[in-house]
């Protein structure tokens, strides 16, 4: 079992709809989660992170966090095109606080 | 403020060369992570930085990489030997690991190309 696992997609969804990315993880002790964007031939760029079990806001971004499920997810709402990128989750684990756990991404094609 | 910066932005380089890749953090940023990605790949963790003590070598692939850091503040990844399998991505991040958190903020990365 990976560590961090993402459906690699791509998911497509229109212009206007609601994507929906989901991750799951393996650490039950793990504290913190990380979304990151990463265009084509770009760095990763952080969009949001999450501590507590629950939703958590920021613009057209909810990061929802499901810690008894051990899975979190990241929806955006009104979706553009310009949000077609490949979507990393990212989770510190309890056993080594030090480094981020990265799933492979899941790649998202908003269509117009 | 200025973010993580990376140099050079590409670097094409021969079989069997050195190549030195630099990385400067966020100002005030303790913690430095170097992670490699290919075509096409994921991300994978090379090594990561806490001051100038490396913790955590684990994903260097061979004897051949090495990285360092000074001041707390640049770092620099060492590859000898280069071979074509080491063409990829370069990414560094940093991360001020305040409240214990471990946000990690990425430079734009270093392209490698080993003829």
């Known amino acids: 079992q990976k560590e961090v696992e993402q459906n690699s997609g791509p998911l497509s969804v229109p212009e206007g709809a609601i994507a929906s990315l989901n991750c799951t993880y393996s650490?039950?002790?793990?504290?913190?989660f990380f979304w990151y964007r990463q265009y084509s031939g770009k760095s990763p760029e952080l969009i949001m992170f999450?501590?507590?079990?629950g939703d958590k806001e920021d613009g057209r971004f909810t990061a929802q966090l499901n810690k008894a499920s051990q899975y979190v997810s990241l929806l955006i709402r009104d979706s553009q095109p310009s949000d077609s990128a490949t979507y990393l989750c990212?989770?510190?684990?309890?056993?080594?606080?030090?480094?981020?756990?990265f799933g492979t991404g899941t790649r998202l094609q908003v269509f117009p | 403020g200025a973010g993580v910066s990376q140099s050079p932005s590409n670097k094409v380089t021969e079989k069997g060369k050195d190549v030195e890749l630099r990385c400067d953090p966020i100002?005030?940023?303790?913690?430095l992570y170097w992670y490699r990605q290919s075509l096409g790949q994921g991300l994978e963790f090379l090594i990561y930085?806490?001051?100038?003590?490396?913790?955590?070598k684990s994903g260097l692939p061979s004897d051949r990489f090495s990285a360092e850091r000074t001041g707390g503040s640049v770092s620099t990844l060492t590859i000898q030997r280069t071979q074509q399998e080491d063409s990829a991505v370069y990414l560094c991040?940093?991360?001020?690991?305040?409240?214990?958190?471990?946000?990690?903020?990425f430079g734009p990365g270093t392209r490698l190309t080993v003829l």
């Open positions: 991040a940093s991360s001020p690991r305040t409240r214990g958190y471990n946000e990690q903020f």
């Open positions: 650490d039950r002790g793990s504290q913190s």
């Open positions: 999450i501590y507590s079990n």
């Open positions: 990212a989770v510190n684990f309890l056993y080594n606080t030090d480094k981020l756990i």
């Open positions: 100002s005030g940023h303790t913690a």
């Open positions: 930085f806490q001051g100038n003590s490396a913790p955590d």
